[in-house]
Structures are given as C-alpha cells and as structure tokens.
C-alpha cells in the first residue's frame, strides 16, 4: 500500500509538468497576446513590452526560462494584474472557491445519499419516483438557469438573502445551492443504482442469514459497497469544485478561482494560466489518488500491490 | 373538465413561489423607483466599476473601469468637469497657453499634498511624465502624450546624432535656416534647446538605424562620423521653472493637448513609493495616492474601498466620506444588485437589452445620453470588391441605420466619422461646412441632407453600375454576381454583436440582394485579424474617444499605418488634418476638421452604424453625478441627498436641472483660471 502510494506521488510532478509543457504550446498557437486591445499601441511601446517580457527571444529560450521558474515553483507574475503574482493569486482566490465548493459537496452528499439510499430501499415507491424525478431536473436545470431563479424568489420574492457579492453567511446560501443541486442529484441517482447492486448480492443475504438487523445490515455492510461509485465521482469532482466553477461565480459575483481561471485564458495571461493549470493538473491527482486509498478501506476485495 | 386537486403542501409551496414572485414584479411595477430605494446610512457611494482594474498604477492600463478608479485616487494637472468633461482646474490652479498652441505654463496650487502629507510639487509632475515614457515602464497610454517633445523618441528608445560637438538637426539636412522662436514664459536653458530647430533621431537598434540610413542617402551622408547620443529622460519637453511652475512643450500646435492632461497617463504617481517600493508599490500598505481619496481596503476581485483623505487640498469640498468599488461584470448580477438597492450607481453601457423597456420606465434614474463612442464596419479597401467605392457606398446606403438604432433600442444612428451632439460647436463648424459644399456641388438642400441616408434604390443602381447587377425577381432582390462567397462580416463574439450583424446582415439581403456571410471570433484572436486586414468584406470597429475633441475620432485613419482596420491612406486627408491642427483660431480648425471629415465621407472606408449610448442608472438620491460622454466621474461632486423632495427627477434633463451645491463648487474652482485669463 506504502509504496503504491509513493509511486503515483512520484508520478504526480512529471505529469503536471507535461500538463504545463502541452498548456504552454497550446497558448502559443493561440492567435493574440495578452497586450493587444481594441486601439492600437505605438511600435515603441509593442517592442517595449516584447523586451520586458522575453518575447523577442526564440522559443526554447523562453520554454527554458519559463520551466526553469516553474521547477523552483515560481511562476511569475501575471501579464494582466501586473505587480501580483500567480502564486498569490491563486493563495488569494482558493478560499473563497473552496468554501462554496466544499460546503456545496457536503450538502450535495447529505441529500443525495439520504435520498438515494431510501429510494433504493424504497425501489418503486412514491419515494423513489418522485426523488428520482426530483433528481433528473437537478441534473437538468442548469446552474445559470437555477441561481437566477433563486435570486428572483429569495432574494426579491423573500428578501431573505442577497443577491450576489460575497459577505456574511447569508450571502453563501444561494450560490451553495445554486451548485450542490447537480451534484446533489447525480449523487442521489449513483447511490441508489449503488445500493441497488449490493442489497442483491450474496454478502448481504449472508449478513441477513447472520441474524443481524436490517439498520445494521445497511450501515455497516450495504452502504459500504453501495457508495463506492459514489466515491470514485468524488474526486473529479471535489477537484473541479474547488477550482472554482465559473457559472455560479459569474451569477453571484464571488471572486472564486474559476471565474480567474476563464478570464486569464480570455487574457492570454500566460503565467496565470500555467498557473492555475498546474495547480489542477496536481489537485485531481491527488483526489484520484485519494479515491483509489479509499477503496480500498471500502471494499476489502480490493488491494494494492 | 375535471381538474387534478393539488395536494395541501404542494399547493401551499406553489403559493408561497407564485406570491413572491408577484409581489417582486408588482412592486417593481407600481413604485416609483426601480427596487429598493433609500440612502445609504454613511455618506457612501457603492458603485459597480466593472471589471477588475488590472493595476492601481495610473499610467500602466488604458480601460475605462480603471480610469474611473484613478479619478478617486490620483489628481493630475486638470480635471474632467463634470457634466462636459472639459478640462477644469485641479493641482494646476491656472494655466496659460502659447499663441502656436505649444507651449503650457501651469500655475500649481500651494496646498496641494500627496497622502503621506508631502507636499506636491512641479518636480513631480517632471518625474511622473518621465517615467511614464520610460521605455521599462511599459504604459500602454504612453501614446497619448507622443505630442510633447522628444517623448515618442524617449520612448522609442531612438538616438540623437552628435557631430562636432553639437547635435544634427532638420537644418543640417534640407538646409532650412533655424527661425528664431521668443521664448514663452522664462527663457530658460532647457527651454531654449527645446525651442531651437528639431534635432535629428534616428533608430537606436543598428540593424534597424542601418537600414534606416540606407533608404536614405543624404541623411546617411549627414550621419557620417557622428556620435548616437541615446534620447534621455531629461530631452523630454517638461521642464519644473520652479517649484509651483511647469512647463510643457509640444513638438507641434496642438489644440486638443489641454483636454488629454485629465488622462489617467498624466495624472501624478508617488516617486517616495514607486522608488522604495518597485513594482509593489500599489499594494495598500506601500501605496501613496495624491486624489480626493485614498485606499481604506483593497479585496481583488471582491471590493476596492476608498476614502476621503485628509490631506487632499480640496478636502473641505469632498461630500463622500467613502466610494465602494465593486468589480462585478456579469449584467444581470449588476442589475440585480441595483435592484436590491445593494448598489447606488454602475457603470456606463450596463443595462441589457432585455431589461432596457422595463428599465427606461425608472425617468428618475435611468441615464441614457449619447456617448464619444461609436460603432462602425470597417470594409477591406484592399481587397475586390471593397476597392471600388461604389461598392462601399452602396453597402452603406442600403442599411437602414435609423432603423438599426430602434432596434438597438438605446443607440443613436450614426452618419459620419464624428458622433454628432458630443461636441456642439463642431456640428456648427460641420453644418457651415456642409452648406458651402453643397453650393459648391450645386445639390438641392432636400438631397444634400439625405446624402448619406438610406436609400435602397440609390444603392441598387451603384452596385449596378459597379458591375454587380441587381435583379428583382418574385421574391425580392439578388445579386447573382457578386463575390459572396469570399466576403463577410466579421466580429468578435459577443450577444449585442450578434444581433447587430444579423440584423445589418437581412438588411442587406432585403434591400441589396445579398447575403453577407457571418462571422464571430473571440476578441484576442480577432484583434490581429482584424488589424493585419485579413478579413474580407465588412468587420467590426468601436472606438471611444480618448479626449473631447473631434480629432480622437478623425484621427484613426490618420497616417499609412492607421487604426481605422480598412487599409486605407490618402495624403490629402493626412494634410488637411495637419492644417487644421495649425490653425490657431478654434471655430476655424473646426471647419477644417469638418472639410477633412467630409473628405473622408467621400472616400467611405467604413460602413457607419451607431453611437453608443452611456445606458446606466443611478438611485435618485445620488447627486452631482452626470452622464457625460466618457462617462468619466470627478468624485468630489458626487453627493448623497437625504432629502427627497431635492432627489433627482427625470434625468432626461440632468443637465439642465440646476444643482446650487455642484454649481457653486465648479465655479469656485474654475474661478482661478478664469482669472488668470483675465
């Protein structure tokens, strides 16, 4: 286990620079560069900002001076917010991504779970029927459909939170909604299929054969096994949460990463890019990595060598 | 029929959605104001600024949401008024102006401060110009200041030649006798240089000099054994006289030089902190300012607070006790946050277009006023068909443009090269002109005045006889012949851009016959598109101007290697813009400019479409905020009232409503100036 776990650590640094490498002739193929507006700089000023920035030099010079920033794990400052640099931005932005990510993920896991697990148990039901329909529109009604929805009925029907920038409790409300709602579903429609699996199979007849009540057939052996989808959906997606996600910062107007993420992209603002893109490169590594620990602490047939 | 019951809780949910949704739309359509309305507590103004500003460094970006910040921040040596945005006094109490209109004295105030309580002096002024040209520095703006000497060299990094021990000049190679320049203002050393004859530049790179000096033979020979002297901080044309007086000269008249000064480029910035602190010296702990505020707390992304400094000169004159900047984006966000009353103002072309009908019912508060900012379709004139300007005018007779700002709802059409009702004494000089031209071309005034409006018929037979027939047939027009195929009309990806281009794009189909393929980009990969004429056919150009005067608008398509994004270049053009810029006399530069604008017209690179309108709004109890053609704020009239009968009412006549506070403040301090002329 030990060293299966320090191998992919191991692995984890090549592959974001890879990420890094691939990123970085990605931007330079892009048309455009991060100086160039609606009017017209003078050439004297366009060959200043080349110099400044190393562009006049050939391309494996700066490949070479960008990557060699990056080992050190420095990566410079932004082209765009001149004066702050990319790690800062990003030390910056985290929290406020993270919390509404985080928070949404465990409201999205407390309904989803709940319900997914009384629907599967329930198979056929009202409950399920209508849970899961419940379920399909979360999974369908888009986030900037929802948020604005939202805002319409609590923060203008009902005034009771703001409608959008970051401040207090209250303001955190809609947006954690707004995003636990997708995952909130598909968890709901994971477990339930989850748990549909397992309450069939030969080791909970066993565990009922055994005598044990059914509260304790389910909590200790069904929903073990019946969540782990559940589980290896977590990494991906806790990765993306707490990267950001654009639509319901834009819609709330929180200063999260994701929205940062877009516009550095919009802004050909190389450093922050690479930045950001290293950053996720190694967050969803070590979330995989994570789900793959975990299970094997969920389903004992599971083992690395 | 026979309905399903609703069940009790479902029904009682459906209720409570339904009545909240009511009562937020019948509120809104009932009261007065748009959402919540009541003043602030404090004596703050929370205003939406738009995008996050890039940097608290005036001179490094060229937006508008930052230059609006920098008003709070940073004072320079005049200031845009308030409701026209012409140049008012601010650290420079007074000023006096050459005759050739190239050379600036400016008086500066005793008691102006920077905000670690230093006083402000002329040398600040000199560091600040110098080191916004300092090639290092990287402004973007720097550009707007190219008219004062030797700056655009400095810049440039360029060399002066120095040849038995004194430098070249122009006289060294035409032969033209130096004139012999009266001083304005103390005749100074520096000054005298700067009057003398134009020294030669020349590249500073040697591979680019070289070649510079093979293309031309005589100015080689005059080189020959000469000495490059690099251009220097100190050649540039500012000069402290003393401590409180500051002199700027000009490579050559410029009129419109006085309106520029309020750019954020010229505005002051700290060398205490800029030199102790490098590239970190915005950040709030290092960062000294010079404006009616300073920093209280900076949150990226999230919130820019700024209050009144004590130190400021006019503090006495500052009613806000603090500005909230929040750099939101998303419009319906905006709207939302106005809605709640969570905002007081926001900036300018924000209300979408599916709100505007709603909106424009709010008279106290909605703002809706022409813009020095236009939309046009540049077409590639180097390009078939676009060469012929037949062809060109046909494409802009055939667009109903009336009609294309109806359906934009908030725009205004747009007829010329110079957005008309921005600056009243030039559409004077346009209308003289207009009218001398006409008798000149012997046109009946009913034709002279639609000469440039839609006419489909008219723009059918110029396609015709371009060799592009026009044929009608059962279901409307076509055009068979013409190149379809390669053309289009090209923009960047954007909703409002969009809609514009399919609308001019059924237009033309309708009217001409011809379906002009679109095509959308995202704005960095268009821009060099755009810029290094790829396209061909049609693609979009807005522009705003940088200052008030006409000629930000007329000198886009100035010089070989313009702005104007359609590959043209006429040296007449080029020459009546330069003549009129040597005019001293204003009404008649102005007709000058007018006759070059009409030349233009003539030539038509360039389909125009709209002016923009400012398109924001305001809670009727701010005051002393106007909707000026930049919308560009001086913050220290800004004031909130706290009594409702003295609240804004319908804004359409903003400008005319009188404002005894804003008024005497204006005049107070225009009063130094009006003095000093005396």
Redesign the interface.
């Known amino acids: 286990m030990l060293s299966f776990i320090i191998r992919r650590l191991l692995i984890i640094i090549p592959m974001a620079l890879l990420v890094v490498t691939l990123t970085w002739g990605l931007i330079r193929i892009a048309p455009g560069n991060f100086y160039s507006g609606e009017k017209k700089l003078p050439a004297a000023v366009e060959a200043n900002i080349r110099k400044k920035y190393g562009l006049d030099q050939p391309w494996y010079t700066q490949y070479g001076m960008m990557m060699s920033n990056i080992v050190r794990g420095d990566f410079g400052d932004s082209l765009k917010y001149q004066g702050q640099s990319v790690n800062e931005i990003i030390k910056r932005h985290l929290p406020y991504s993270a919390t509404i990510g985080i928070l949404a993920y465990l409201l999205a896991l407390a309904i989803g779970l709940t319900a997914g697990t009384i629907a599967a148990l329930k198979q056929n039901s009202a409950f399920d029927y209508s849970s899961m329909s419940l379920a399909m529109l979360g999974l369908s009604l888009p986030n900037f459909v929802l948020g604005p929805l939202l805002v319409l009925i609590f923060a203008f029907g009902l005034y009771w939170f703001p409608p959008a920038r970051w401040g207090g409790v209250s303001s955190i409300v809609l947006p954690v909604i707004t995003l636990s709602a997708i995952y909130a579903a598909y968890i709901a429609r994971l477990t339930r299929a989850g748990m549909l699996e397992v309450m069939r199979s030969d080791y909970i007849r066993t565990a009922r054969a055994k005598g044990l009540d059914e509260m304790t057939v389910l909590l200790r052996h069904a929903l073990r096994g019946g969540i782990i989808p559940v589980v290896s959906f977590t990494g991906p997606a806790l990765a993306a949460l707490l990267a950001g996600t654009v639509v319901v910062e834009k819609v709330f107007a929180l200063p999260g990463l994701g929205d940062i993420f877009i516009k550095s992209v919009l802004n050909r603002d190389e450093p922050l890019i690479l930045g950001i893109v290293a950053f996720l490169s190694i967050l969803i590594m070590l979330f995989n990595l994570a789900v793959d620990i975990a299970y094997g602490f969920l389903d004992p047939r599971i083992r690395y060598e | 029929m026979a309905k399903t019951r609703p069940k009790p809780l479902r029904s009682a949910l459906i209720a409570v959605?339904f009545?909240?949704?009511l009562?937020?739309c019948m509120s809104s359509a009932k009261s007065k104001y748009f959402?919540r309305t009541s003043p602030p507590a404090e004596n703050v103004l929370r205003y939406v600024s738009g995008s996050?500003p890039?940097?608290l460094?005036p001179q490094?970006p060229?937006g508008q949401p930052e230059a609006r910040i920098f008003m709070a921040l940073y004072e320079g040596l005049v200031e845009y008024g308030p409701k026209d945005q012409q140049p008012i006094p601010s650290i420079a109490k007074s000023w006096e102006i050459s005759s050739k209109v190239d050379e600036f004295i400016f008086h500066l105030r005793d008691n102006a401060k920077w905000s670690d309580g230093k006083p402000i002096t002329a040398q600040d002024f000199v560091y600040s110009l110098r080191r916004g040209f300092a090639?290092?520095t990287?402004?973007?703006t720097?550009?707007l200041g190219?008219a004062i000497k030797y700056s655009?060299e400095f810049?440039?990094?360029k060399v002066f030649v120095k040849k038995n021990g004194r430098f070249l000049t122009a006289a060294d190679i035409d032969g033209t006798p130096a004139k012999d320049v009266p001083a304005f203002g103390p005749d100074t050393e520096f000054n005298r240089t700067l009057r003398g004859p134009d020294r030669i530049t020349l590249e500073g790179d040697e591979k680019k000099r070289s070649k510079e000096l093979e293309s031309d033979a005589k100015l080689k020979a005059a080189v020959e054994g000469g000495e490059f002297v690099p251009v220097k901080a100190e050649d540039i044309g500012v000069e402290a006289i003393d401590d409180r007086t500051l002199r700027i000269s000009l490579r050559q008249s410029a009129p419109y030089f006085l309106g520029l000064l309020a750019h954020q480029f010229f505005r002051l910035v700290p060398r205490q902190a800029i030199e102790a602190h490098g590239?970190?010296?915005?950040?709030p702990a290092n960062i000294v300012t010079c404006g009616a505020f300073r920093i209280k707390e900076y949150?990226?992304?999230?919130k820019l607070v700024v209050e009144r400094d004590p130190n400021y000169w006019d503090a006495a004159n500052v009613h806000l006790d603090r500005i909230e900047f929040?750099p939101?984006?998303?419009l319906?966000?905006i709207m939302?946050?106005y809605?709640?009353g969570?905002v007081d103002a926001f900036l300018n072309h924000t209300v979408p277009t599916s709100w505007i009908d709603e909106v424009r019912q709010y008279k106290d508060e909605y703002l809706n006023f022409p813009e020095a900012a236009t939309a046009y379709y540049s077409m590639n004139m180097t390009k078939a068909p676009f060469s012929d300007s037949k062809v060109r005018r046909a494409f802009m007779l055939g667009l109903d443009r009336q009609a294309l700002s109806d359906f934009r709802k908030i725009t205004k059409p747009l007829f010329g090269k110079v957005p008309s009702g921005i600056y009243p004494e030039y559409d004077k000089a346009v209308e003289k002109v207009g009218e001398e031209l006409r008798k000149e071309r012997g046109v009946t005034p009913e034709t002279w005045a639609k000469r440039n409006d839609f006419d489909a018929e008219a723009a059918r037979k110029l396609l015709t006889d371009a060799g592009f027939p026009v044929v009608k047939s059962d279901s409307g027009y076509s055009c068979p012949n013409f190149p379809t195929d390669r053309i289009s009309i090209t923009f960047n990806t954007n909703e409002n851009n969009r809609s514009v281009a399919e609308f001019i794009q059924s237009q033309w189909k309708q009217n001409l016959g011809i379906t002009v393929p679109l095509k959308t980009m995202?704005?960095?990969?268009?821009?060099?598109?755009f810029?290094s004429l790829q396209y061909e056919g049609f693609a979009q150009f807005?522009?705003s101007g940088d200052y008030m005067d006409p000629y930000t608008f007329l000198s886009l398509q100035y010089g070989k290697d313009n702005?104007g994004g359609a590959g043209f270049y006429d040296a007449k053009y080029d020459k009546m813009l330069n003549d009129a810029n040597a005019e001293l006399d204003p009404d008649k530069r102005y007709e000058m400019l007018a006759r070059a604008e009409f030349y233009l017209m003539d030539q038509l690179p360039f389909v125009p479409l709209t002016i923009n309108a400012t398109n924001w709004l305001k809670k009727p109890y701010v005051k002393g905020m106007y909707p000026n053609p930049g919308t560009l704020i001086p913050w220290k009239f800004v004031y909130i009232e706290r009594d409702q009968a003295k609240w804004d009412k319908d804004v359409e006549n903003i400008f005319k409503t009188p404002d005894p506070q804003m008024e005497k403040q204006l005049s107070d301090l225009t009063a130094t100036q009006k003095a000093a002329a005396k």
Do not use: C, H, M, Q
């Open positions: 959605i009545a909240s949704l009562t937020g959402g996050e890039e940097t460094d490094l060229d090639p290092e990287i402004s973007r720097a550009g190219y655009s810049n440039g990094e590239k970190e010296w915005t950040r949150r990226p992304y999230d929040y939101v984006e998303e319906s966000t939302n946050l809605k709640a969570s995202e704005f960095k990969t268009y821009l060099p598109y810029k807005l522009w702005e």
